[in-house]
């Protein structure tokens, strides 16, 4: 398995300013990603983070709005750039392990005022 | 395109019945599929992985049992208790998914919210 934490669990921020989310995995994994979930709706995949190289982004979602790093196999960051009040959401970081079991972070909750 | 639906949506139920959650999906080429919980507020806990070749895991009081065939997952819970109550999520894992760039992304039905009541 794999223990997930995330920084900050939450945030208040500002129109037109930045975030950036840590990830950490207690251990090596595969693969990491970065989901986001608005209030009431399931999760969406903005990414997959790539260690080494740059981030693969979902259809709706561009590097320049969500840059995001992986500088070695078991930590992550997402930054939220340019920040508007629809970005408030809850934002999780997710790992899968060599058993292809996925876990998932306890978010970061987002609000933008 | 894979779809995965849950229903109902939400589901209220007195403490100590056995449930029975659904999940569907449209595309039976898949390499696993897993189920989460996440309560209010929170991430997701991951329940248990059923991978391709398997029809059922067990944990506890839980029992996930996999027909791809007929593109159908249900989640068995015994003797539910007021703790289980949460949101359900049933997440699909495509066979030969990658994509441009590698993704093999899970795609997730939009959960089931279940309230176990004292």
């Known amino acids: 398995s794999a223990v997930i934490s995330q920084k900050p669990s939450r945030d208040i921020c500002q129109r037109g300013t930045s975030l950036t989310i840590q990830c950490q995995v207690d251990s090596q994994v595969t693969m990491m990603f970065w989901y986001r979930q608005q209030p009431g709706q399931s999760l969406t995949l903005i990414a997959t983070?790539?260690?080494?190289?740059?981030?693969?982004?979902e259809s709706g979602f561009v590097i320049d709005k969500f840059p995001i790093s992986r500088p070695n196999l078991t930590f992550s960051t997402l930054t939220v750039s340019n920040m508007s009040p629809e970005d408030s959401s809850i934002y999780l970081c997710s790992a899968r392990v060599f058993g292809n079991e996925q876990f998932f972070g306890p978010g970061t909750r987002l609000t933008v005022l | 395109k894979q779809e995965v639906t849950q229903i109902p949506a939400a589901l209220s139920v007195p403490e100590g019945e056995n449930l029975v959650l659904n999940c569907s999906f449209t595309d039976s080429a898949i390499y696993n599929l897993q189920w989460f919980r996440q309560d209010p507020g929170k991430g997701l806990t991951s329940l248990l992985l059923i991978q391709s070749s398997q029809r059922e895991q067990t944990s506890g009081r839980l029992n996930a049992s996999l027909d791809k065939s007929s593109g159908r997952s249900t989640l068995y819970i015994a003797a539910s208790q007021p703790g289980d109550s949460a949101t359900y999520l049933c997440a699909v894992r495509r066979r030969g998914s990658l994509t441009q760039g590698g993704s093999e992304k899970l795609v997730f039905g939009k959960g089931m919210k279940l309230t176990v009541n004292p």
């Open positions: 983070a790539n260690q080494g190289s740059e981030a693969t982004y």
